[in-house]
């Protein structure tokens, strides 16, 4: 089809070694700086820059500058995305190919930047990944501050007017 062969033309000219994901796009590791091997997983907070721009080079949206947060499988984002962060590991730059199934699809986006069926190109650099674990350990720490500094007189209060004595009903 026409999108294939736009996408194995770009591949062609980029002299950049891509590889078919089983998902159906295409991608390339820029960098692997990163020690961990640690690919992000459910509910996971994905810290990230991205730019993406169409197979001739038009830029779409630039977000190189300003850092995005995506909790992992658990926010709208499109799909050939969500399934490329599963790929990289923190301090990745990784290029993605997106045919439009995977992107913005029969219809484009919403504010209309993107036409219909158009295939992207994703530059993704992962900054941070903070594991489910982590970010919940974080949410109870600041649960129990927040109940100790906001809560301690009320709580007292309405645990002594739900008191029952014996015998006595609701």
């Not at 490329?84 to 995977?102: A, N, Q, V, W």
Request: aromatic share 14%; proline share 2%; hydrophobic share 30%.
């Amino acid at each position: 089809n026409k999108q294939n062969n736009e996408i194995f033309d770009f591949i062609n000219k980029s002299k950049k070694k891509f590889t078919r994901s089983n998902y159906g796009f295409w991608y390339h590791n820029e960098i692997k700086k990163n020690k961990s091997k640690y690919k992000p997983k459910f509910g996971d907070k994905i810290f990230y820059t991205f730019e993406c721009m169409t197979l001739n080079g038009e830029k779409q949206f630039n977000f190189n500058a300003k850092q995005q947060i995506y909790r992992m499988e658990q926010q709208d984002i499109i799909s050939g995305l969500r399934e490329g962060f599963k790929l990289m590991s923190e301090g990745d730059i990784t290029t993605f190919i997106f045919p439009s199934y995977l992107a913005y699809g029969l219809y484009g986006d919403s504010e209309k930047k993107i036409k219909p069926n158009t295939t992207l190109v994703y530059e993704v650099n992962v900054q941070k990944i903070l594991k489910n674990k982590a970010i919940l350990k974080e949410s109870i720490l600041n649960l129990t501050k927040t109940r100790t500094y906001f809560f301690p007189n009320s709580a007292t209060s309405i645990r002594s007017n739900c008191s029952l004595e014996r015998g006595s009903s609701l």
